[in-house]
């Protein structure tokens, strides 16, 4: 077991989308011990954006068709906007943060989708070997706090859009192998509800056997159920612990009581 810890946080275009909300989640991310990386996604604000300029989005089963004119429009949100105003605001709490596409130091190379039912563009699939660990390795021992967007690419000049909640876990298994790696999905509501509509119903723990029992009762349903499916490979693949919670509630973390814990 390695015992080099690292916490891998990956953030929400809900809570990116309110100011008040993503400072105070920036202050106690800074606050947390320990080496970090920060994933972010922002598709909402892709999807605002879009709109202003007369380009509609298409979302199948949680994930973005994108078009040459959407993957223009992800680029310049994800990869400059949103990344570049989070290293900004990370930096004046004390973070050394680094923001990254996946093509920069060849973080992360992706896969263009195959074509089969559904031509989902320029979107980027991720296996085993995506993720350069090392590279990343060697950013934390320099002191600095990698902050990876959803934009990688596939090596032979084409950007490709990656699903935020995918390069999370993809990158905390790939960091696996050199550290004890605690992923965190963070996002508005206080963890996996029983009832979506209470924010009080926080299931506190899941077991993988009982995922399937969620989905066919109706309730885990849209960006909940890829969600939940990309927590549960980590844990398959060796991530030692797993959790979806509350941006705003990360202090919590430390004391064990933050959202919902992912188990075998
Ligand atoms: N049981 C559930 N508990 C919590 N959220 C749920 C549940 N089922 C569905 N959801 C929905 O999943 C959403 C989170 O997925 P998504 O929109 O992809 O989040 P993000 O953009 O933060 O990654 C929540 O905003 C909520 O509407
Ligand atoms: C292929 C694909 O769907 N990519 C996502 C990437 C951003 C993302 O994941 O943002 P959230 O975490 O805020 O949902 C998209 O464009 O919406």
Excluded: W
Excluded at 71 to 90: E, F, H, P, S, W
């Amino acid at each position: 077991m390695n015992n080099k810890q690292l916490t891998i946080i990956k953030i929400g275009g809900n809570v990116i989308d309110n100011s008040a909300n993503l400072h105070q989640f920036l202050l106690d991310f800074t606050a947390l011990p320990g080496d970090k990386i920060l994933v972010h996604g922002g598709g909402k604000i892709a999807t605002e954006l879009g709109e202003s300029l007369g380009v509609e989005a298409k979302m199948v089963e949680g994930r973005r068709i994108t078009d040459i004119e959407t993957l223009r429009i992800v680029t310049m949100v994800y990869a400059g906007l949103i990344n570049k105003n989070m290293v900004a605001q990370l930096q004046a709490t004390g973070s050394n943060a680094i923001g990254l596409t996946g093509a920069d130091g060849n973080i992360i190379k992706a896969k263009k989708r195959p074509v089969k039912e559904i031509d989902y563009g320029f979107v980027g699939d991720l296996d085993e070997h995506s993720v350069s660990a090392e590279t990343l390795d060697s950013l934390l021992k320099a002191g600095l706090v990698p902050v990876l967007c959803a934009i990688t690419h596939d090596g032979d000049t084409q950007l490709l859009n990656t699903n935020a909640d995918t390069i999370a876990s993809s990158v905390a298994v790939a960091m696996s192998q050199l550290y004890e790696t605690r992923l965190v999905y963070c996002f508005e509501k206080k963890g996996v509800l029983k009832d979506v509509n209470d924010d009080d119903s926080v299931v506190r723990e899941i077991k993988t056997s009982e995922f399937e029992a969620l989905k066919a009762d109706g309730t885990v349903q849209g960006g909940m159920i890829p969600k939940l499916h990309n927590a549960f490979e980590a844990i398959k693949k060796g991530v030692s612990a797993v959790y979806i919670g509350k941006a705003n509630e990360l202090n919590e973390l430390a004391g064990g009581t933050f959202g919902t814990k992912m188990n075998p």
